[in-house]
């Protein structure tokens, strides 16, 4: 179909892909939890925006050069790993904030202060970007599924990206609407929204050590 091979192998891959947990999905199920549905999709089109880059990159042949210039991934890999780190400690500074106001005035369903603005179309991207291994595995993973005789692999790998969209879209909703349930939580408890910001900080910087790891 249209330089498209193996179409059900490609599908189950994807889904397994898609649910693996990682720092554009923790993203956009913290966004949601902590300022509902509309800035969740906010935060899910700057990663769908950043997958649709990285996919254009790789089917454009970027990620061979990725791999294959070791001074321009590490780049990439340190910068991205830098950006991780600055959001997870703005992640656990809030928390801390968090803790603290919960015990000077010892009001555990205190109405949280403004929150700051963060504009999360945009960080969605940029941690979406920022992700050389996503650009590597993109590429060894798409070519794998496109006919070599094919006259139009351009249009083939339009078609996986769309699915691959597709499962992103479904994926992220489900996300963004279990979020905002847990977001009534949130309000009533401060504790537990310290607690789960602490925890989502935490995670950003373990992916932030396993990207400076990362080797091309």
């Known amino acids: 179909m249209l330089g498209v091979t193996d179409l059900p192998t490609y599908l189950i891959g994807l889904v397994l892909i898609v649910l693996l947990p990682g720092p554009n999905s923790l993203y956009v199920l913290s966004v949601a939890a902590r300022r ?3 800035t969740g999709y906010q935060a899910s089109a700057g990663v769908w925006c950043g997958d649709a880059v990285l996919m254009t990159l790789s089917a454009a042949g970027v990620a061979s050069l990725l791999q294959a ?31 603290r106001t919960r015990r000077e005035r010892g009001e555990a369903e205190e109405i949280a202060p403004p929150a700051v603005e963060e504009r999360p179309f945009r960080r969605a ?11 590597l595995f993109f590429v060894a993973f798409f070519v794998q599924f496109v006919e070599p005789g094919y006259a139009y692999p351009a249009l083939s790998f339009v078609v ?3 699915f691959a969209q597709v499962a992103s879209f479904l994926y992220l909703s489900a996300l963004i609407f279990g979020g905002t349930k847990l977001a009534a939580a949130f309000a009533r408890r401060r504790r ?12 950003f910087l373990g992916f932030a050590v396993k990207l400076s790891l990362a080797t091309p």
Do not use: C, D, E, H
Not at 125 to 135: E, G, R
């Open 36 to 38: 509902g549905v509309r």
């Open 69 to 99: 210039n070791t001074l321009l991934f590490g780049i990439v890999k340190y910068a991205g790993a830098g950006y991780l780190t600055w959001l997870a400690f703005g992640m656990l500074r809030a928390a801390w904030q968090m803790w």
């Open 125 to 135: 991207l940029v941690i979406s970007l920022f992700n050389p291994k996503a650009i």
């Open 160 to 162: 996986l990206g769309a």
């Open 192 to 203: 537990l929204s310290a607690g789960a910001t602490s925890a989502a900080g935490a995670l």
